[in-house]
T-cell receptor, first 118, second 113 residues
Framework: AQKITQTQPGMFVQEKEAVTLDCTYD???????LFWYKQPSSGEMIFLIYQGSYDQQNATEGRYSLNFQKARKSANLVISASQLGDSAMYFC???????????????FGAGTRLAVHP | EPEVTQTPSHQVTQMGQEVILRCVPI?????FYWYRQILGQKVEFLVS????????KSEIFDDQFSVERPDGSNFTLKIRSTKLEDSAMYFC???????????FGSGTRLTVV
C-alpha cells in the first residue's frame, strides 16, 4: 500500500492566488513527522514545512501552511499569494517513528507539479 | 546557513565502471542518508548511516552499492559496476538527530551510457 499519496500530478494557479496541494498518508505508528519539499527545475530539494504527529497546531512558515487533519490522515500544503517562483515540483514526505524512539528514513509521495501563471 | 555539499554536480560514466559520489554533511550532524530520484519519478530511500555503520537500507541498495565515511567529514556512495538503470539524481542528506529534519544536498546527476 502507498504510504504517501499525492493525487494531483499537476496543478496550476494564477499569480497572487492561494493553492492547496493534497497529501494523504498511511501509517499505524502514533509518532511520525510530515514534511513538504519543493524541487525547482534546477533539481535541489528545498525544505518548506514540517508537522509532527503530536503537534496541536497546524504548522506555518511564511506563505506556507500545512492543513493537518489527523483523523483523515491528510497533510495538505497551502501556498498563499502564489508567486511565479513557486512553479516547481512539490513533494510530501513522511518519517515514521522507530522502536526505541527516533525516526529514520523519509518516504516520499510521487509529487505535484505546480505551475503559477501570470 | 550550513549546507550539505555534493560533488560532482554531474557525472557521466560508462556502463560497468565504478563511480564514487561524494558528500560533505553539515559538521555537527550525526545521521547521514542517500536517496535517489530517477528522472520524473519519486525520491527513493537508499541507505541511512549512523555511528559509522549502516542503520537501514532499502532493497535498491544491493551488493553493488556501498557507503563510507572515510575521514570524519566526507560521506561517500560507491556504485561498483554501474548499470544503465543507475542513471538518476543522487541526493545526500544529513540531520543532527534521528527525530529532526533533514538537510539535503543539491544532488549529483549520474548518467550511465
Amino acid at each position: 500500500a502507498q504510504k504517501i499519496t499525492q493525487t494531483q500530478p499537476g496543478m496550476f494557479v494564477q499569480e497572487k492566488e492561494a493553492v492547496t496541494l493534497d497529501c494523504t498518508y498511511d501509517t499505524s505508528d502514533p509518532s511520525y513527522g510530515l514534511f513538504w519539499y519543493k524541487q525547482p527545475s534546477s533539481g535541489e530539494m528545498i525544505f518548506l514545512i514540517y508537522q509532527g504527529s503530536y503537534d496541536q497546531q497546524n504548522a506555518t512558515e511564511g506563505r506556507y501552511s500545512l492543513n493537518f487533519q489527523k483523523a483523515r490522515k491528510s497533510a495538505n500544503l497551502v501556498i498563499s499569494a502564489s508567486q511565479l517562483g513557486d512553479s516547481a515540483m512539490y513533494f510530501c514526505a513522511m518519517r515514521e517513528g522507530q522502536k526505541g524512539g527516533g525516526y529514520n528514513k523519509l518516504i516520499f509521495g510521487a509529487g505535484t507539479r505546480l505551475a503559477v501563471h501570470p | 546557513e550550513p549546507e550539505v555539499t555534493q560533488t560532482p554536480s554531474h557525472q557521466v560514466t560508462q556502463m560497468g565502471q565504478e563511480v564514487i559520489l561524494r558528500c560533505v554533511p553539515i559538521s555537527n550532524h550525526l545521521y547521514f542518508y542517500w536517496y535517489r530520484q530517477i528522472l520524473g519519478q519519486k525520491v527513493e530511500f537508499l541507505v541511512s548511516f549512523y555511528n559509522n555503520e549502516i542503520s537501514e537500507k532499502s532493497e535498491i541498495f544491493d551488493d553493488q552499492f556501498s557507503v563510507e565515511r572515510p575521514d570524519g567529514s566526507n560521506f561517500t556512495l560507491k556504485i561498483r559496476s554501474t548499470k544503465l538503470e543507475d542513471s538518476a539524481m543522487y541526493f545526500c542528506a544529513s540531520s543532527p538527530s534521528a527525530n529532526y529534519g533533514y538537510t539535503f544536498g543539491s544532488g549529483t546527476r549520474l548518467t550511465v551510457v
